[in-house]
C-alpha cells in the first residue's frame, strides 16, 4: 500500500494477485520475526490491511511528533501522535 498527501491509503496491487499476496506473506512473517508474542494472526492482519485500504473507518495518520504512521480509528479523537509518543509525553 502507499500513503497519499492526505493520510489516504491507495493499494498498489488494485487487484490483489499472486505477487500481492507473496508480499503479505513476507511482511507477516516480518513482523513475526520482530515481535516475540506476536498478538495478530494473519487473518487479522488481512482484515487490517483490508479496512486501512478502504479509508473508512480505520485509517492510518501521521505522528506530528516523531512522523511515524498509526492506525486511528475514524470515530475517535485524535491526538495528533501516536501510542508510544502519547505514553512517553503521559498524555494518556
Ligand atoms: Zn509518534
Known amino acids: 500500500m ?4 492526505q493520510d489516504g ?3 498498489r496491487w488494485p487487484r490483489p494477485d499472486v505477487e500481492f499476496g507473496h508480499r ?3 511482511a507477516y512473517e516480518t513482523y513475526l520475526m520482530l515481535h516475540r508474542n ?3 494472526s494473519f487473518e487479522w ?3 487490517l490491511l483490508q479496512c486501512i485500504s478502504y479509508n ?6 501521521h505522528c506530528s511528533h ?3 504512521f498509526y492506525v486511528q480509528d475514524a470515530y475517535a479523537l485524535d491526538k495528533g501522535i501516536c501510542p508510544v509518543c502519547e ?4 498524555l494518556h
Open 2 to 5: 502507499r500513503s497519499d498527501p
Open 9 to 11: 491509503v491507495r493499494p
Open 24 to 26: 503479505l506473506c513476507r
Open 38 to 40: 506476536p498478538q495478530l
Open 45 to 47: 492482519a488481512w482484515n
Open 56 to 61: 473508512d473507518e480505520l485509517y492510518l495518520a
Open 66 to 68: 516523531c512522523t511515524a
Open 87 to 90: 505514553i512517553a509525553s503521559g
